[in-house]
């Protein structure tokens, strides 16, 4: 076998290696059904006293006589509605416990409901944010707000971003809390916690935000690709927990379970999904304490951020300011959030991955020719372009000598006949012959070094960011995140049934028009190379194209859109190249000739 048909070959099945492995390692994420929701009276375990106290951590729901949870239903809320948010305040804790993502319904359906962010105890999977104060001293938790503490309004009935809402409650024992809770036109909250102390008496407090999920989310699912669960950044550290990984942590006992407890100067610390995310970001300047802890007993998931400990004099006012991110991880957003308003290294809640130095370039190019093509689609397309434009360079020398290696195959079938049998002489023959007219047999592969990993990074980008999601191209592809939806099986919906679903054995046979299309490229761009004279290396070769087409069927429109696009521009790139070399086959003419020997006429 000639150096190039082996170059071929080796570059074929490392192909196929890649892809098989990036399906055994990276499965397609599973929907698991909900788990069953706890009982509507869990609360959110209380964060640790401050360290001044040898006073024990213990359930905020135990700690405040307050209203039973069944109550909650009679109590007033408030509404929140924005031009990104609509939702509700529950004065019970004065927890942020219902939310909804204006812009981003949950499927293409028409009367498909908003994708719910928050949502209160005694729902399914209850999620939500609640602020309160860690006492100290000689205080009780009795003494402070917590999660079931029924909060009086004092000014506003509905949060917008011009109209801010005010809560009170006070102790009865001199100590008077203020809850300032404001929104800006995107996703940001602004809480402003105040106490003022009449006890004739020092005390000394810790104020908290914490962020807590009732049980493991229903959409969550073990995967390499993405990451779910905590995220935070802690003095340029970035912190990435799984659920799982939380269940996991070290057990502290003051913290009641697995907990993880960090210092730091600056950052922040949530729950990421997705493509949503909730976040708290303590005040800037100021040290915190960054919390992600797994009450086993409650099947809970919480972070929390700590801030300083503070001690307020008698007649005098403690107050802190801080901020909750509960929204779409927006790219834009994320990083005004980040560069005008100081959130530090925000953009990385968006989950870059391992080849982060390529993600981040290539979705910033993604994003800029979204924004000049207004399709998403045309923006792959354009990106392939612009890619192919910068790999030219290579590609050409890879062309050029592929074309000069076939200018080299009557030689090279010489040395065969010289050599005979002996195979030390004919590979010796051919390294001089390649040395001699100077063409590198390895060049051809150097190209797919390069767009292994920009497949990848590409891969990562359409499946992580959120500007791919539900974004249509043109006809019936209505969401390039997802496969195409349309299937040779009953002739691209001309036949009244629909195409097998995911759960069916048939699925995995069920292709698109775009599966097959990229199929059809392949199969061209591979008859630009010669043919293997081993006719079992012709079956397989002759195979691999389906095969592909089959495996990467199932990947994300707009993936396969890219691998179209750059099948198609490297074709007409090699074929040009070769036809300037005078080596270019008539794929037609070899077309028509195949068929003639397969099928000779009758005479």
């Avoid at 610390?269 to 009450?295: N, Q, R």
């Avoid at 079938?413 to 100077?438: I, N, S």
Wanted: hydrophobic letters at 45%.
């Amino acid at each position: 076998m000639d150096d190039q048909n082996k170059n071929l070959i080796l570059a074929t099945v490392l192909s196929f290696l890649v892809i098989l492995a990036w399906f055994l390692i990276f499965p397609p994420p599973e929907v698991k059904p909900s788990a069953q929701q706890p009982a509507a009276t869990q609360q959110a375990a209380a964060p640790q006293a401050p360290a001044a106290t040898a006073q024990p951590a213990q359930t905020v729901a135990t700690a405040n006589a307050a209203a039973p949870e069944a109550a909650a239903a009679n109590l007033p809320r408030i509404t929140i509605d924005t031009p990104r948010l609509e939702g509700s305040i529950s004065v019970q804790g004065g927890r942020i416990d219902s939310l909804l993502l204006k812009g981003y319904p949950e499927t293409l359906a028409k009367d498909s409901p908003l994708v719910r962010l928050l949502s209160p105890v005694g729902k399914d999977h209850a999620y939500y944010v609640l602020y309160g104060w860690a006492p100290g001293g000689t205080l009780a938790y009795s003494d402070v707000p917590g999660a079931n503490t029924i909060w009086k309004i004092t000014s506003g009935d509905k949060l917008t971003p011009a109209t801010p809402v005010t809560l009170e409650w006070s102790n009865g024992k001199g100590l008077t809390f203020i809850r300032k809770i404001s929104i800006d036109a995107n996703y940001m909250f602004t809480v402003d916690q105040s106490v003022k102390n009449d006890t004739g008496a020092p005390v000394t407090l810790e104020p908290y935000g914490m962020v807590v999920r009732h049980g493991k989310p229903a959409h969550s699912a073990a995967s390499t690709i993405l990451h779910e669960g905590v995220v935070g950044m802690t003095d340029g550290k970035l912190l990435e927990t799984t659920y799982e990984g939380m269940t996991k942590l070290e057990a502290v006992t003051s913290e009641g379970g697995p907990a993880r407890v960090l210092n730091a100067k600056s950052g922040w610390i949530g729950f990421t999904d997705k493509y949503w995310m909730t976040t708290l970001i303590p005040a800037a300047g100021k040290d915190f304490k960054a919390v992600e802890k797994y009450v086993k007993t409650d099947d809970m998931y919480q972070t929390e951020a700590r801030e300083p400990v503070m001690t307020v004099a008698a007649g005098q006012t403690g107050a802190i300011t801080s901020r909750l991110f509960a929204g779409a991880k927006e790219y834009d957003t994320i990083r005004h959030y980040q560069n005008k308003d100081g959130v530090p290294r925000f953009i990385d809640s968006i989950d870059w991955g391992w080849f982060f130095f390529l993600t981040k370039p290539i979705y910033w190019l993604l994003h800029n020719l979204h924004g000049l093509t207004g399709n998403v689609g045309l923006a792959i397309i354009c990106l392939v372009i612009v890619l192919k434009a910068i790999l030219f360079p290579l590609s050409r020398k890879s062309y050029i000598s592929m074309a000069r290696m076939k200018e080299l195959q009557p030689e090279i079938e010489l040395l065969k006949t010289k050599a005979g049998d002996d195979k030390m002489k004919l590979q010796k023959d051919m390294m001089q012959l390649y040395k001699d007219k100077k063409v590198n047999p390895a060049a051809g592969c150097l190209p797919m070094l390069f767009q292994v990993p920009i497949f990848f990074s590409l891969y990562k980008v359409i499946y992580v960011t959120i500007e791919l999601r539900q974004a249509p191209f043109y006809g019936w592809i209505r969401d390039l995140s997802v496969p195409d939806p349309s299937s040779w099986m009953n002739l691209f919906g001309l036949l009244p049934f629909p195409a097998p679903d995911h759960a069916s054995v048939l699925s995995a046979l069920s292709i698109g028009i775009l599966p097959i299309l990229l199929g059809i490229t392949m199969w061209l761009q591979q008859k630009l190379n010669p043919a293997p004279a081993d006719p079992t290396q012709q079956m397989i070769f002759a195979w691999m194209p389906w095969v592909f087409m089959f495996m990467l069927g199932h990947f994300a429109s707009g993936l396969v859109l890219y691998y179209i696009t750059n099948n198609t521009i490297t074709f007409a790139q090699q074929y040009l190249i070769m036809r300037s070399h005078g080596k270019a086959p008539d794929i037609l003419g070899n077309i028509f000739e195949s068929f003639q020997r397969k099928n000779p006429a009758k005479k």
